[in-house]
């Protein structure tokens, strides 16, 4: 037996809560497919724990001369210990295995020093508070780190003042390659990320006012439209869908169903070869009119059952042909349900004279 302060029992009660309960997590979110941990459950858990441990050890006073003290049994090694609560209270409390081996690099925003000669390459904006080191990974090596203000966080680098250019194509592919890098090792590590474009850059501004400065100005000034767009692409990703169909097939399908088709055809028949030629023109119209009228509804079916697994959907100007094929509709859509979306897509690709094309994750550039 040994005698325990009240206050020793207390830390000593919030130890044993902090640990079991991140065992607990820990196991849980093993069975948890990790995006939704990542980008819906680790922010809010994060945010509520350290609000509620600061609040309990914020709230906890001890008189060490008045206060009584209590005997707490001790057993003995290898056995568990049996501790008595002070107070009908839990403290929440979270981990998170990715945010742990990040917290290695963490460091203070206002410890990275940007002078008045350089800016900030902006990637992009993510969904959580956090000072934190990604290395060198950005445009030409690099070093990429976040800057934290009012619950978002810019990823960047410290970049000179002019944008990036380059006579030499391939150089502008490995920097533009390097850009969505970054943004994928963000999403990785964050959750929920805003994309910005290639080559956004923040200045500082009359030699006064320093680029961290005016980016937290930035997201100040802005803020309740980035939080209004980071609403709409949390826990979302965007894919590309594309449909094609093939001409040829669905001419013989027109030339076979369609009545007024058939007519021309049998008409043609019995014609000179000079009114034959007339007929030809006429039933090539008569195909292409009922081809497009077949494709807008095709079109608006097709829309329709994507719609039903997807948050949000921009239809894309369409491409050129591509050899046989036709693009009949080119879509960016923003889903948490990818194997949804991609059943729809099985069976539109399944349909006769139609074909699919299915790209994705990307960073939803396309909704912010």
Partial sequence: MMKMTEKDEFNGLIARIVREEIESIVDETR?????????????????????????????????????????????????????????????????????????????????VEVGFNHGLYLYGVVDVNVSTKLGGIGIEGSEVFTVPYNGLSAVVHICPLEPYQSDDDETVKNWVKTHQNVMDVATENFGTVMPLGFDTIIAPEDGTVTAIETLKKWISDNYEDLMRKMEIIRGRMEYGVQIFYIPSIMGE?????????IKIKEDMKSKSPGLAYMYKQKLEDAVKTEMEARMNTYFREFYEKIRTTVENIKVEKVKKAENDRVMIMNLSVLTNEEKALGIILDEIDAEEGFSVRFTGPWQPYSFI
């Fill in 31 to 111: 069975k948890t497919i990790a995006e939704v941990v990542r980008s819906e459950l680790i922010p809010e858990l994060r945010a509520a724990i350290r609000g509620s441990i600061a609040k309990e050890l914020a709230s906890a006073t001890f008189d060490v001369e008045s206060k009584k003290e209590r005997e707490v049994a001790i057993s003995s090694e290898g056995s568990s210990s049996q501790t008595v609560m002070t107070e009908d209270r839990m403290v929440e409390i979270e981990t998170n295995q990715r945010l742990e081996e990040r917290a290695a690099f963490e460091v203070e925003a206002d410890e």
């Fill in 253 to 261: 399908k027109i030339e076979q169903e369609c009545e007024d088709v």
